[in-house]
Protein backbone atom coordinates (compact mmCIF):
# COMPACT_ATOMS: atom_id res chain seq x y z
CA UNK A 1 0.00 0.00 0.00
CA UNK A 2 1.59 3.22 -0.87
CA UNK A 3 1.77 6.01 1.39
CA UNK A 4 1.05 9.91 0.16
CA UNK A 5 2.57 12.74 2.09
CA UNK A 6 2.06 16.42 1.05
CA UNK A 7 4.88 18.86 2.29
CA UNK A 8 3.53 22.47 2.57
CA UNK A 9 5.67 25.32 4.40
CA UNK A 10 6.71 28.91 3.88
CA UNK A 11 8.74 30.84 1.24
CA UNK A 12 10.78 32.39 3.96
CA UNK A 13 13.56 30.47 4.62
CA UNK A 14 16.78 33.10 3.73
CA UNK A 15 17.78 33.35 6.94
CA UNK A 16 17.09 29.63 8.19
CA UNK A 17 20.68 27.40 8.09
CA UNK A 18 20.68 24.86 5.78
CA UNK A 19 22.18 22.39 8.51
CA UNK A 20 18.76 23.44 9.94
CA UNK A 21 16.61 22.46 7.53
CA UNK A 22 18.33 19.63 7.07
CA UNK A 23 17.65 18.58 10.27
CA UNK A 24 14.41 19.14 10.26
CA UNK A 25 13.78 17.11 7.61
CA UNK A 26 16.02 14.23 9.24
CA UNK A 27 13.61 14.65 11.74
CA UNK A 28 10.08 15.22 10.38
CA UNK A 29 10.49 13.48 6.81
CA UNK A 30 12.71 10.30 7.22
CA UNK A 31 10.39 8.38 9.25
CA UNK A 32 7.37 8.51 6.27
CA UNK A 33 10.02 7.99 3.70
CA UNK A 34 10.76 4.93 1.99
CA UNK A 35 9.89 3.08 -1.13
CA UNK A 36 6.09 2.73 -0.75
CA UNK A 37 5.74 6.50 -0.06
CA UNK A 38 5.20 9.59 -2.55
CA UNK A 39 5.88 12.81 -1.35
CA UNK A 40 4.31 15.79 -3.04
CA UNK A 41 5.57 18.87 -3.22
CA UNK A 42 4.52 22.07 -4.60
CA UNK A 43 7.86 23.60 -6.32
CA UNK A 44 7.90 26.81 -4.61
CA UNK A 45 11.05 28.43 -3.77
CA UNK A 46 11.53 27.64 0.15
CA UNK A 47 10.70 24.96 1.72
CA UNK A 48 9.35 23.02 -1.06
CA UNK A 49 12.68 23.14 -3.24
CA UNK A 50 14.31 22.89 -0.14
CA UNK A 51 12.28 19.54 0.81
CA UNK A 52 12.21 18.25 -2.58
CA UNK A 53 16.47 18.64 -2.63
CA UNK A 54 16.79 16.69 0.52
CA UNK A 55 14.48 14.06 -0.33
CA UNK A 56 15.93 13.43 -3.86
CA UNK A 57 19.10 13.24 -2.50
CA UNK A 58 18.44 11.42 1.05
CA UNK A 59 15.36 8.90 0.35
CA UNK A 60 13.84 6.37 -2.29
CA UNK A 61 10.46 7.64 -1.86
CA UNK A 62 8.52 8.90 -5.22
CA UNK A 63 8.57 12.26 -5.46
CA UNK A 64 5.59 14.74 -7.15
CA UNK A 65 6.31 17.88 -8.14
CA UNK A 66 2.67 20.22 -8.41
CA UNK A 67 2.93 23.45 -9.81
CA UNK A 68 -0.03 26.26 -10.58
CA UNK A 69 0.66 26.74 -13.75
CA UNK A 70 3.73 25.17 -16.19
CA UNK A 71 7.59 24.73 -14.28
CA UNK A 72 8.68 26.85 -16.68
CA UNK A 73 6.71 29.46 -15.19
CA UNK A 74 8.00 29.03 -11.46
CA UNK A 75 11.21 31.03 -10.51
CA UNK A 76 14.27 30.11 -12.03
CA UNK A 77 15.60 28.39 -9.50
CA UNK A 78 12.92 26.41 -8.52
CA UNK A 79 12.36 25.52 -11.97
CA UNK A 80 16.08 24.70 -12.31
CA UNK A 81 16.08 21.96 -9.45
CA UNK A 82 12.66 20.58 -10.37
CA UNK A 83 14.05 20.30 -14.15
CA UNK A 84 17.64 18.87 -12.98
CA UNK A 85 15.69 16.14 -11.07
CA UNK A 86 13.47 15.37 -13.79
CA UNK A 87 16.70 14.51 -16.28
CA UNK A 88 17.66 12.39 -13.37
CA UNK A 89 15.04 10.09 -13.65
CA UNK A 90 14.19 11.34 -9.56
CA UNK A 91 11.02 12.20 -9.78
CA UNK A 92 8.04 9.95 -10.31
CA UNK A 93 5.65 12.57 -11.81
CA UNK A 94 5.37 16.70 -12.42
CA UNK A 95 1.82 17.89 -12.11
CA UNK A 96 1.57 21.05 -13.97
CA UNK A 97 -1.86 22.48 -13.22
CA UNK A 98 -2.32 24.92 -16.24
CA UNK A 99 -3.27 28.17 -14.26
CA UNK A 100 -2.98 31.19 -16.62
CA UNK A 101 -2.90 33.73 -13.75
CA UNK A 102 -0.43 33.32 -10.79
CA UNK A 103 -1.69 34.36 -7.51
CA UNK A 104 -3.23 33.20 -4.34
CA UNK A 105 -6.54 31.10 -5.67
CA UNK A 106 -4.14 29.46 -8.48
CA UNK A 107 -1.41 28.29 -5.01
CA UNK A 108 -4.46 27.44 -2.60
CA UNK A 109 -5.98 25.36 -5.85
CA UNK A 110 -2.23 23.45 -6.53
CA UNK A 111 -2.25 22.81 -2.19
CA UNK A 112 -5.52 21.41 -2.07
CA UNK A 113 -4.98 19.10 -4.97
CA UNK A 114 -2.34 17.81 -3.16
CA UNK A 115 -3.98 17.29 0.00
CA UNK A 116 -6.89 15.72 -1.55
CA UNK A 117 -4.39 13.23 -2.64
CA UNK A 118 -2.40 12.34 0.29
CA UNK A 119 -3.23 11.05 3.92
CA UNK A 120 -0.74 12.87 5.47
CA UNK A 121 0.13 16.72 5.32
CA UNK A 122 3.41 17.80 6.70
CA UNK A 123 3.30 21.77 7.09
CA UNK A 124 6.95 23.89 7.88
CA UNK A 125 5.78 27.63 8.78
CA UNK A 126 7.44 30.48 9.60
CA UNK A 127 7.12 30.58 13.23
CA UNK A 128 6.31 34.16 13.23
CA UNK A 129 4.27 32.93 10.14
CA UNK A 130 0.38 34.37 10.37
CA UNK A 131 -2.33 32.00 10.84
CA UNK A 132 -3.29 33.52 6.83
CA UNK A 133 -0.64 32.64 5.02
CA UNK A 134 -0.53 29.84 2.59
CA UNK A 135 0.99 27.40 4.55
CA UNK A 136 -1.59 27.30 7.39
CA UNK A 137 -4.67 27.78 4.96
CA UNK A 138 -2.86 24.39 3.32
CA UNK A 139 -2.56 22.80 6.61
CA UNK A 140 -6.93 23.77 7.81
CA UNK A 141 -7.91 22.80 4.55
CA UNK A 142 -6.32 19.65 5.37
CA UNK A 143 -8.03 19.36 8.77
CA UNK A 144 -11.60 20.34 7.67
CA UNK A 145 -10.75 17.13 5.37
CA UNK A 146 -9.92 15.13 8.04
CA UNK A 147 -6.24 14.64 7.02
CA UNK A 148 -3.66 13.99 9.75
CA UNK A 149 -1.70 16.95 10.07
CA UNK A 150 2.17 17.18 11.29
CA UNK A 151 3.10 20.83 12.33
CA UNK A 152 6.95 21.87 12.33
CA UNK A 153 7.31 25.60 12.73
CA UNK A 154 10.93 27.15 11.31
Not at 78 to 97: F, I, K, N, P, W
Not at 124 to 137: H, K, L, V
Request: glycine share 12%; aromatic share 8%.
Amino acid sequence: MERSVAITGTRSIGDAPVDALADAFEAYLRPFAGPSTRFSVGGAPGVDTAALQWLAAHTDSALTVVVPCRVVDQPRGSAEVVERLRAEGRLTDVVEMGATLLGRAAYHARNRWMVDRCGLVIGFPRGDESAGGGTWYTLTYAAEQGKARLVVPL
